[in-house]
């Protein structure tokens, strides 16, 4: 396979100085498999990004939440690529959910993020999934291709991505989709790369569940065939994170 399982952390609009620095503790403590097993990547928020880039341990990286659709300038309260890549981040969070419902943000402004992102250096966790009404209406791969499409047309290189699929109504709900439905969708959105991007792509770029993953359910969930991890969220503050992280070793032995 050669996919390297990858277990990304958003902390979202969480944390103090201190709550920050008890997080980043619980990291540079724990007993985790090597980086040749998994890769870990945690969000803070912007204003703590250099704290904890000097804080946390070297096989731990950090990522932004977001970042602006292009060159710094007059844009007020944006973050541009540049900073990130000034500041030595590695990684940058585009598409999330909460900033497509939030914000308005459309597929197209997403996909001309991931390539700006892209073209000035960030590795980026691009992410994808859909509304509880579009699941239910059966309207889940069509949402998700035309998503991952927006993208695709904008990129002509794969190797900096992780698609992570988020479905809306399991993220922060306490639901979770089931790894037979993670299974699924991740198959699909496979065959899609295939099909649209080629047997490369589609083999190598890691496609990580996002939506309500914790300590509980990330095992029976990492040994699908085609979920290469999680991207978490409330969990990832939490020392249940860890778990998580071990799930790898379920991947690493299936």
């Excluded at 399982?5 to 103090?16: A, E, H, I, L, S």
């Amino acid at each position: 396979m050669g996919r390297n399982f990858f277990v990304g952390g958003n902390w979202k609009c969480n944390g103090t100085v201190e709550e920050v620095k008890k997080i980043v503790t619980v990291l540079n403590e724990a007993e985790v498999p090597s980086e040749d097993i998994v890769e870990v990547v945690v969000s803070p928020p912007f204003v703590f990004l250099p704290l904890v880039k000097s804080l946390l341990r070297s096989d731990f990286q950090v990522a932004a939440q977001n970042c602006w659709i292009r060159k710094g300038g007059a844009f007020t309260g944006e973050i541009s690529a540049e900073m990130l890549v000034n500041l030595g981040i590695p990684w940058v969070i585009l598409g999330h959910s909460e900033r497509r419902s939030l914000l308005a943000e459309s597929n197209e402004f997403v996909g001309d993020k991931v390539a700006y992102a892209l073209s000035q250096g960030l590795k980026v966790i691009a992410c994808v999934g859909e509304t509880l009404e579009q699941r239910e209406s059966g309207s889940t791969m069509a949402v998700v291709a035309a998503q991952t499409k927006a993208i695709a047309e904008n990129v002509s290189s794969w190797d900096n991505i992780v698609l992570a699929y988020e479905p809306v109504w399991a993220i922060g709900t306490g639901k979770v989709a089931t790894p037979a439905q993670a299974q699924e969708v991740h198959c699909e959105l496979r065959k899609w790369l295939h099909d649209n991007a080629g047997d490369e792509v589609a083999a190598s770029t890691r496609i990580i569940y996002g939506g309500s993953v914790n300590g509980a359910n990330c095992k029976e969930l990492a040994t699908q065939l085609d979920v290469d991890g999680f991207l978490v969220g409330g969990a990832s503050l939490k020392p249940e994170f860890i778990d998580i992280i071990k799930s790898a070793t379920v991947k690493k032995s299936a």
